[in-house]
């Protein structure tokens, strides 16, 4: 690249310079000014410059996206034709005017809802301040990771913190159990009138204590990291375990379940005891929702990109829609018992597995929940003219 004393000797020796010659020098210099062209041009950073006077000379293509200006109407034009916020051009003006720097300094333009820095540095000339240079950075995302960086610490501790209390609290609950055992003993031992209502008020104390070693118990679950034992399993066979177990359970609530079984599913990677739990979680709100009998209906199918797909669909009361967007928060329940941890933990299971789980629902006609599992070695698919209607799943 030409440096400014070599464009110097050429203006002294223009007039005695062979056209060829200065041809050669003339298609070098609009290269190298074609380069900088598009080294401005691809800038992430908005750029402008200004002469003396505050008049645009310069302005390049990130700068118009933030500002929403046009080029061709830019140039010539004051500094104040670019519309910034009063807060902004305040900073701008008192800049220009007394030729000061402003570094990195965040701001924020109200059209766009961004967060910027700003910087402005005076454009020099042989020392003379011939303009300014405004340069302002987008750092939106930033400012995002940066919070959800810090909300993740903060998650982290107190998750910590929470295990830790969680932890202490189970220990004395351990402790009141075992000398409630022990008074009962004592009680059995002596004839007393009242020993019928000391039984009742201590099988009330008993059911409180199993109550809260249950919400100790799911809480430090759902906080504390899964050591997952992976292993190749069988969608099909998992689930048929599962509702083995359940089959008096759901026959006593005079449910009739259907299983929907596709042959020759692909294996995934799982941890059996694990996804048996989430399952299990799922089908059990089914079952409360299914309160005074109804259908259930537990189907297997593989995805159209391969994975494995389960549905278990009930046709229950339904959810609410106000309330779809809070099911998998913590110590949420419509219920007047239980933790409000079951789908926290059913989400937190199918997530560490590399799942994904979907709900959909409506008042009064059902609910189904749909569950993906990444397989182990996905086959070759051909191309065919029918693909398959996944949504077909969760309708009803």
Same mark, same amino acid.
């Given at each position: 690249?030409?440096?400014?004393?070599?464009?110097?000797?050429?203006?002294?020796?223009?007039?005695?310079?062979?056209?060829?010659?200065?041809?050669?020098?003339?298609?070098?210099?609009?290269?190298?000014?074609?380069?900088?062209?598009?080294?401005?041009?691809?800038?992430?950073?908005?750029?402008?410059?200004?002469?003396?006077?505050?008049?645009? =000379?310069?302005?390049?293509?990130?700068?118009?996206?933030?500002?929403? *200006?046009?080029?061709?109407?830019?140039?010539?034009?004051? +500094?104040?034709?670019?519309?910034?916020?009063?807060?902004?051009?305040?900073?701008?003006?008192? !800049?220009? #005017?007394?030729?000061?720097?402003?570094?990195?300094?965040?701001?924020?333009?109200?059209?766009?809802?961004?967060?910027?820095?700003?910087?402005?540095?005076? +454009?020099?000339?042989?020392?003379?301040?011939?303009?300014?240079?405004?340069?302002?950075?987008?750092?939106?995302?930033?400012?995002?990771?940066?919070?959800?960086?810090?909300? !993740?610490?903060?998650?982290?501790?107190?998750?910590?913190?929470?295990?830790?209390?969680?932890?202490?609290?189970?220990?004395?609950? !351990?402790?009141?159990?075992?000398?409630?055992?022990?008074?009962?003993?004592? =009680?059995?031992?002596?004839?007393?009138?009242?020993?019928?209502?000391?039984?009742?008020?201590?099988? *009330? @104390?008993?059911?409180?204590?199993?109550?809260?070693?249950?919400?100790?118990?799911?809480? +430090?679950?759902?906080?504390?990291?899964?050591?997952?034992?992976?292993?190749?399993?069988?969608?099909?066979?998992? =689930?048929?375990?599962?509702?083995?177990? +359940?089959?008096?359970?759901?026959?006593?609530?005079?449910?009739?379940?259907?299983?929907?079984?596709? #042959? %020759?599913?692909?294996? @995934?990677?799982?941890?059996?005891?694990?996804?048996?739990?989430?399952?299990?979680?799922?089908? /059990?709100?089914?079952?409360?929702?299914?309160?005074?009998?109804?259908?259930?209906? @537990?189907?297997?199918?593989?995805?159209?990109?391969?994975?494995?797909?389960?549905?278990?669909?009930?046709?229950?009361?339904?959810?609410?829609?106000?309330?779809?967007?809070?099911?998998? #928060?913590?110590?949420?329940?419509?219920?007047?018992?239980?933790?409000?941890? %079951?789908?926290?933990?059913?989400?937190?299971?199918?997530? #560490?597995?590399?799942?994904?789980?979907? @709900?959909?629902?409506?008042?009064?006609?059902?609910?189904?929940?749909?569950?993906?599992?990444?397989?182990?070695?996905?086959?070759?698919?051909?191309?065919?003219?029918?693909?398959?209607?996944?949504? /077909?799943?969760?309708?009803?």
């Amino acid at each position: 690249m030409q440096d400014s004393g070599f464009i110097q000797k050429v203006f002294k020796k223009f007039d005695k310079l062979d056209p060829g010659k200065i041809k050669k020098i003339m298609i070098e210099l609009s290269t190298e000014k074609e380069l900088y062209r598009l080294v401005f041009e691809s800038m992430i950073e908005g750029v402008i410059v200004t002469d003396r006077d505050n008049k645009i =000379i310069l302005i390049n293509r990130a700068m118009e996206e933030f500002l929403a *200006i046009p080029k061709e109407r830019a140039y010539s034009q004051q +500094l104040e034709y670019c519309n910034f916020d009063p807060e902004v051009k305040g900073l701008l003006d008192d !800049a220009t #005017e007394k030729n000061e720097r402003i570094i990195d300094r965040e701001i924020h333009l109200g059209r766009t809802n961004k967060a910027f820095t700003l910087t402005v540095l005076p +454009l020099l000339h042989n020392d003379e301040n011939v303009g300014n240079i405004i340069i302002l950075v987008d750092i939106t995302e930033k400012k995002e990771r940066e919070i959800q960086l810090r909300q !993740a610490e903060s998650l982290a501790a107190l998750t910590t913190l929470s295990a830790g209390v969680a932890h202490e609290i189970k220990n004395p609950l !351990a402790s009141i159990d075992i000398h409630i055992q022990l008074l009962r003993k004592e =009680i059995a031992k002596r004839k007393c009138e009242n020993i019928k209502n000391m039984e009742n008020l201590l099988v *009330i @104390v008993k059911e409180e204590i199993d109550r809260l070693n249950s919400i100790v118990q799911d809480f +430090l679950f759902a906080v504390r990291p899964m050591n997952m034992n992976l292993s190749r399993e069988s969608i099909n066979e998992i =689930i048929k375990e599962m509702m083995d177990f +359940l089959k008096y359970e759901l026959q006593e609530a005079d449910i009739s379940v259907m299983l929907e079984f596709e #042959e %020759g599913l692909p294996e @995934v990677s799982v941890d059996p005891k694990y996804l048996k739990q989430a399952l299990l979680n799922v089908v /059990k709100n089914s079952i409360e929702a299914l309160d005074g009998g109804g259908r259930l209906n @537990v189907k297997t199918e593989e995805a159209s990109d391969g994975d494995v797909l389960i549905h278990i669909i009930d046709n229950g009361k339904g959810i609410p829609e106000n309330i779809m967007g809070k099911i998998f #928060e913590p110590y949420f329940t419509t219920r007047n018992f239980g933790t409000g941890l %079951g789908l926290v933990i059913v989400y937190k299971i199918i997530k #560490e597995l590399g799942g994904d789980i979907k @709900v959909s629902s409506k008042e009064n006609e059902g609910t189904a929940f749909s569950i993906k599992l990444p397989v182990l070695e996905k086959k070759k698919r051909l191309l065919t003219y029918e693909e398959k209607d996944e949504s /077909k799943a969760v309708s009803r």
